[in-house]
């Protein structure tokens, strides 16, 4: 195959340069010589106070890899690390890559080149596909065990108020009348585990509205020492959605940010619009982003990954029902709910999409 005598292939520069992955390299003293735009998005570092840095300094993120980078040197032996938790150099937050290190020869001298394949993205995904996987499953079951309860629950209730009229001793009948009421309670309580029957009602609507309506019914009952601030985006467009469904989600997340903190703290409402999310296997263009976020103890390791599940809750008096149920009916609009936690930082996010997923 010819090459035509205008060709002019790209620069080596320019070709490091655009890289989508995060490429650093070191020298024989594991100091940076050159690092491309995409890791210093992904470290939150800039090149030029970078370079000429040992690597513990230039990125403290990765001061925990040096004695592995210094045998791959000394050795010039490639590794690769998968789902490697760092912590991010500019913040609190972390970030999960791939890093693959990469002997080779600079001139006459050893150095490594460092990859890093972003995966914080793609295991979020991974994460909520099977999260809503496992929320259909448990709903069929809920459904099944709904269907198996409320027939003899219902023969129950009838024979107990069959009793009722036979028994002319008014204080054996208040035996009946208690059957009666824990039948209904037990019919209210698996309905409730059900959730609505019917799609969504949709209508055009203001999520600030909704968000104000809900903020005003609980701040009159939030303790003095409790604080409820508003970040809101006024520039975000109204959507399509189910006015009392989506009010009952957010009365739900408010509701448990006001019973984390207690009788002191602070609770967040903001709002934001996030481009190019995915959900459920669709890249959405468009979506709204509702952060309901709290200063609590936060939510513990083990109950985490298990807080949308049916039952599952911290606190005696509650049901467990509560997160499941938000869940779904944020699922039935084409969204979810995410959360993240630790210790004086435990945020709640609902993401409903504005269009209809890319196919």
Same mark, same amino acid.
């Given at each position: 195959?010819?090459?035509?005598?205008?060709?002019?292939?790209?620069?080596?520069?320019?070709?490091?340069?655009?890289?989508?992955?995060?490429?650093?390299?070191?020298?024989?003293?594991?100091?940076?010589?050159?690092?491309?735009?995409?890791?210093?998005?992904?470290?939150?570092?800039?090149?030029?106070?970078?370079?000429?840095?040992?690597?513990?300094?230039?990125?403290?993120?990765?001061?925990?890899?040096?004695?592995?980078?210094?045998?791959?040197?000394?050795?010039?032996?490639?590794?690769? &690390?998968?789902?490697? #938790? $760092?912590?991010?150099?500019?913040?609190?937050? /972390? =970030? %999960?890559?791939?890093?693959?290190?990469? *002997?080779?020869?600079?001139?006459?001298?050893?150095?490594?080149?460092?990859?890093?394949?972003?995966?914080?993205?793609?295991?979020?995904?991974?994460?909520?596909?099977?999260?809503?996987?496992?929320?259909?499953?448990?709903?069929?079951?809920?459904?099944?065990?709904?269907?198996?309860?409320?027939?003899?629950?219902?023969?129950?209730?009838?024979?107990?108020?069959?009793?009722?009229?036979?028994?002319?001793?008014?204080?054996?009948?208040?035996?009946?009348?208690?059957?009666?009421?824990?039948?209904?309670?037990?019919?209210?309580?698996?309905?409730?585990?059900?959730?609505?029957?019917?799609?969504?009602?949709?209508?055009?609507?203001?999520?600030?509205?909704?968000? &104000?309506?809900?903020? #005003? $019914?609980?701040?009159?009952?939030?303790?003095? /020492? =409790? %604080?409820?601030?508003?970040?809101?985006? *006024?520039?975000?467009?109204?959507?399509?959605?189910?006015?009392?469904?989506?009010?009952?989600?957010?009365?739900?997340?408010?509701?448990?940010?006001?019973?984390?903190?207690?009788?002191?703290?602070?609770?967040?409402?903001?709002?934001?619009?996030?481009?190019?999310?995915?959900?459920?296997?669709?890249?959405?263009?468009?979506?709204?982003?509702?952060?309901?976020?709290?200063?609590?103890?936060?939510?513990?390791?083990?109950?985490?990954?298990?807080?949308?599940?049916?039952?599952?809750?911290?606190?005696?008096?509650?049901?467990?029902?509560?997160?499941?149920?938000?869940?779904?009916?944020?699922?039935?609009?084409?969204?979810?709910?995410?959360?993240?936690?630790?210790?004086?930082?435990?945020?709640?996010?609902?993401?409903?999409?504005?269009?209809?997923?890319?196919?």
């Amino acid at each position: 195959m010819s090459v035509p005598v205008s060709y002019q292939a790209p620069s080596a520069d320019i070709m490091f340069d655009n890289l989508a992955t995060a490429v650093i390299c070191l020298d024989e003293d594991l100091r940076v010589w050159a690092i491309n735009p995409a890791a210093e998005v992904l470290f939150g570092v800039s090149a030029r106070h970078s370079r000429g840095l040992r690597i513990d300094r230039a990125i403290v993120a990765l001061a925990c890899q040096r004695e592995r980078l210094e045998q791959a040197l000394s050795e010039g032996a490639a590794y690769t &690390e998968r789902e490697l #938790r $760092l912590p991010h150099s500019g913040s609190g937050d /972390g =970030v %999960t890559v791939d890093c693959t290190v990469t *002997p080779f020869s600079h001139g006459d001298q050893p150095a490594l080149a460092l990859e890093f394949l972003a995966l914080d993205r793609h295991l979020r995904i991974s994460r909520d596909d099977q999260m809503r996987n496992q929320n259909l499953a448990n709903r069929e079951m809920l459904r099944g065990l709904a269907h198996e309860i409320k027939n003899p629950l219902g023969g129950l209730r009838g024979a107990a108020q069959l009793l009722e009229r036979e028994i002319a001793d008014r204080d054996l009948s208040d035996y009946t009348g208690v059957i009666i009421r824990e039948a209904d309670r037990l019919q209210n309580l698996v309905d409730g585990m059900l959730g609505p029957r019917q799609p969504p009602d949709l209508v055009d609507l203001n999520i600030h509205e909704a968000l &104000e309506h809900v903020r #005003r $019914l609980l701040a009159a009952d939030l303790p003095p /020492g =409790v %604080t409820l601030t508003r970040d809101y985006d *006024p520039s975000l467009p109204r959507l399509r959605a189910d006015r009392e469904q989506l009010i009952q989600v957010l009365f739900n997340l408010i509701g448990n940010a006001a019973q984390a903190v207690g009788e002191a703290g602070g609770i967040l409402l903001r709002t934001r619009a996030q481009r190019l999310f995915t959900i459920g296997g669709h890249q959405h263009r468009l979506v709204i982003r509702i952060d309901v976020a709290d200063d609590g103890p936060g939510i513990t390791e083990d109950l985490l990954p298990r807080i949308f599940l049916p039952m599952v809750t911290s606190r005696a008096e509650g049901t467990g029902m509560g997160l499941p149920i938000a869940q779904y009916l944020v699922h039935l609009h084409g969204g979810i709910i995410e959360c993240e936690s630790r210790p004086g930082d435990t945020t709640f996010s609902v993401f409903l999409p504005l269009e209809t997923a890319d196919e």
